[in-house]
């Protein structure tokens, strides 16, 4: 399949499109571009992973088609959920865990 563009305009709106067609392709795209872009330092400081969800509400802000489907936000929430749980309080409740073991659950 051959697509030939005239300008910028058609190329725009050609990925546009495609992207609003496949929601996977969107969603590698956006964490294509969001994660080199969480490694650049400004001012000292980096966003890291921020930089994805900044990166998804631009590609949003393209037009109201680019959507995901409502699953890959739950699993997005739960997973960084996850995440903070597993770097904040992780350790202590495994040693926790190990210690007590369900004693401390019944109360």
Do not use: H, W
């Not at 997973?79 to 659950?105: D, E, P, Q």
């Amino acid at each position: 399949m051959s697509v030939t563009f005239s300008g910028i305009g058609q190329l725009t709106t050609y990925v546009i499109e495609l992207l609003s067609e496949s929601s996977l392709l969107l969603l590698f795209v956006v964490l294509a571009v969001g994660s080199p872009l969480g490694k650049i330092k400004i001012a000292g400081i980096n966003l890291d992973i921020v930089s994805i969800l900044f990166t998804g509400l631009a590609f949003e802000a393209l037009t109201p088609d680019i959507k995901l489907p409502i699953i890959i936000y739950e699993i997005g929430l739960v997973l960084f959920i996850y995440c903070i749980g597993i770097s904040k309080i992780g350790g202590y409740a495994f040693r926790s865990a190990n210690t007590t073991g369900c004693a401390g659950v019944r109360q």
